[in-house]
């Protein structure tokens, strides 16, 4: 069990840019979450895939978010054309079936120029 | 849809003292419960959870947490804190199924020596 890990830990970029985050999550976890955290606040669901299905997504991933986990086990956030409001953290979680409890990737925070 | 109220924002306590966090949760059923700490520009780190029977739980790092049906609360609490405590500690309910995991705003630990 190495853990959730995330890529990158930390992204810059101007607004109106790309970016594009990586999660691997806990090799035997078939759910894999995505939350975005902004500060002072707790996480805030925004999609979560079991094994490649995309089952929920949150009215917070507008148009400009995708994310995808093509064959069930690493899972890619994108956000396109970058705005201020993108600044925070996001966060990618891994669990098993059912309330098994999810376990965090360290997260990657975004800036926004 | 489910909430949780966490109403210390920050709390400050002397290193050695006891320690108790409050959380309450709005939901028709019991839900999981879960407490998470966070330490700065980290992910979040299970500490631990409530599914059902024995309403104390022990968690990791001398943490225990007590469900009360009656007050819709789970608070956490430690008999002596440690200064490597410091952290933001999220309280956050699960209803089960395919519901999403929602945290609470969390409360900011600091530790006087």
């Given amino acids: 069990d190495t853990g959730v890990s995330q890529d990158p830990r930390h992204k810059i970029t101007k607004r109106g840019q790309n970016v594009t985050f990586r999660c691997d999550p806990i090799s035997e976890h078939n759910r894999l979450y995505w939350y975005r955290q902004t500060l002072g606040q707790g996480p805030e669901f925004l999609t979560y895939f079991q094994n490649e299905a995309q089952l929920e997504k949150s009215r917070l991933l507008s148009d400009r978010f995708s994310a995808e986990r093509p064959k069930g086990s690493f899972s890619t956030l994108e956000i396109q054309r970058t705005e201020q409001g993108d600044s925070a953290m996001y966060l990618c979680a891994s669990g098993g079936q059912g309330n098994q409890p999810q376990h965090f990737g360290d997260g990657t925070r975004l800036s926004i120029l | ?113």
Wanted: net charge neutral; with cysteine.
């Fill in chain 2, 1 to 113: 849809a489910q909430s949780v109220t966490q109403p210390d924002i920050h709390i400050t306590v002397s290193e050695g003292a006891s320690l108790e966090l409050r959380c309450n949760y709005s939901y028709g059923a019991t839900p999981y419960l879960f407490w998470y700490v966070q330490s700065p520009g980290q992910g979040l780190q299970l500490l631990l959870k409530y599914f059902s029977g024995d309403t104390l739980v022990q968690g990791i790092k001398g943490f225990e947490a007590e469900f009360k049906r009656s007050q819709s609360s789970f608070n956490l609490r430690k008999p002596s804190v440690h200064w490597s405590d410091a952290a933001e500690y999220f309280c956050a309910v699960y209803p089960g199924g395919n519901e999403k995991l929602t945290f609470g705003t969390g409360t900011r630990l600091t530790i006087i020596p």
